[in-house]
């Protein structure tokens, strides 16, 4: 079946770097992609989303590049902070009612 | 605003008793979902509602039943607990699917 998945399990960087996470996703009908980031104990939080006809969008220190053609996902974050440090995950929706999630990734910042 | 608000958080239960876990959303969100999430893994969807009325099966449906009488309640229930019920239960709302979806804070549901 369609699946999102994650290159990385666990992502180690050091305080005021950059971070990327990456996804891979296998439905080229996907129209729709999320990130999410999940702090210990806590429900999935939205970070930023888009849609399949835009490349990148920016929030505030967060980006998110959207690569069609390999079907790719990736959340930049600029300055990576301590309160960064979360499992980050990316979701997509086939232009059905259902939302896919991947396996997450643990980002992990160094102080 | 509450926004999403899931109970009970703990819950532990027997193999083969019931129970209904708790959703409510003050937003007037129209579509709702549940999703479940076993250690160390992504977010499975068990069923979700476009709308109060109308309710559909998921990725991983077996074993629980929901209903929407209500634009801001969307409980779902066991109905025969299970060891591999044992999970995260988690409470999803948004406009629309395609849309960010807010989600609860869970409920860590153990059933011996």
């Known amino acids: 079946g369609e699946s999102v998945g994650l290159h990385l399990p666990t992502l180690s960087v050091q305080e005021g770097d950059n971070s990327i996470i990456n996804c891979a996703y296998s439905?080229?009908?996907?129209?729709?992609f999320i990130w999410y980031k999940q702090e210990s104990g806590k429900g999935p939080q939205f970070i930023i989303d888009?849609?399949?006809?835009?490349d990148k969008r920016q929030g505030q220190r967060v980006t998110v590049l959207l690569n069609k053609t390999v079907k790719h996902l990736s959340l930049q974050i600029a300055a990576t902070q301590p309160g960064d440090s979360a499992v980050y995950f990316c979701?997509?929706?086939?232009?059905?009612?259902?939302?896919?999630f991947g396996g997450g990734t643990r980002l992990m910042v160094k102080p | 605003n509450a926004g999403v608000t899931q109970t009970p958080k703990f819950q532990v239960l027997k193999t083969g008793q019931s129970m209904t876990l708790q959703c409510a959303q003050d937003?007037?969100?129209?579509?709702m979902s549940w999703y479940r999430q076993d250690p160390g893994m992504g977010l499975r969807l068990i069923h979700y509602?476009?709308?109060?009325?109308?309710?559909d099966q998921g990725e991983v449906p077996n074993g629980y039943n929901v209903s929407r009488s209500t634009t801001e309640d969307f409980p779902l229930r066991l109905l025969s607990a299970a060891p591999s019920q044992t999970s995260v239960y988690f409470c999803?709302?948004?406009?629309?699917?395609?849309?960010?979806?807010?989600f609860g804070d869970g409920t860590r549901l153990s059933i011996l």
């Open positions: 937003m007037n969100h129209e579509y």
């Open positions: 888009i849609r399949s006809n835009m």
């Open positions: 999803a709302s948004s406009y629309g699917p395609t849309g960010p979806q807010h």
């Open positions: 439905n080229s009908a996907s129209d729709y």
């Open positions: 509602s476009v709308g109060a009325g109308i309710t």
């Open positions: 979701a997509e929706n086939n232009a059905g009612n259902m939302l896919t």
